[in-house]
Nanobody
């Protein structure tokens, strides 16, 4: 069974930084991503990476502040800088064995972690 386990969430003041990590139990994914979910809302794509070519995509709301990267064979990292109160959400790691479509849509990812909470106070 495939597992994704997120870590690194927590509370921080506006303007601060957090580093989220996602440990994957297998290393043959073709794309991985970070999503977030606000209370009562659908999950939204934050950042994704194609693991063979290295291409990255970001939501407009996080461009210039967040960076997605791969560390080692199985870890996905999201470095979040200059955090704002509207970044407060549950953050999820997701993975897929295909690259066909939906790079920043939840529909493109069948494998999900349990999430880690990020809280930014103003």
């Amino acid at each position: 069974q495939v597992h994704l386990v997120e870590s690194g969430g927590g509370s921080v003041q506006a303007g601060g930084s957090l580093r989220l990590s996602c440990a994957a139990s297998q290393t043959n994914f073709l794309k991985m991503a970070w999503f977030r979910q606000f209370p009562g809302k659908e999950r939204e794509g934050v950042a994704m990476i194609y693991l063979r070519g290295g291409e990255r995509r970001y939501a407009d709301s996080v461009k210039g502040r967040f960076t997605i990267s791969r560390e080692g064979a199985g870890n996905l990292v999201l470095q979040m800088n200059n955090l704002r109160s509207d970044d407060t959400a549950m953050y999820f790691c997701a993975a897929s064995l295909d690259t066909v479509s939906y790079p920043l849509s939840p529909e493109g990812y069948p494998i999900w972690g349990q999430g880690t909470q990020v809280t930014v106070s103003s």
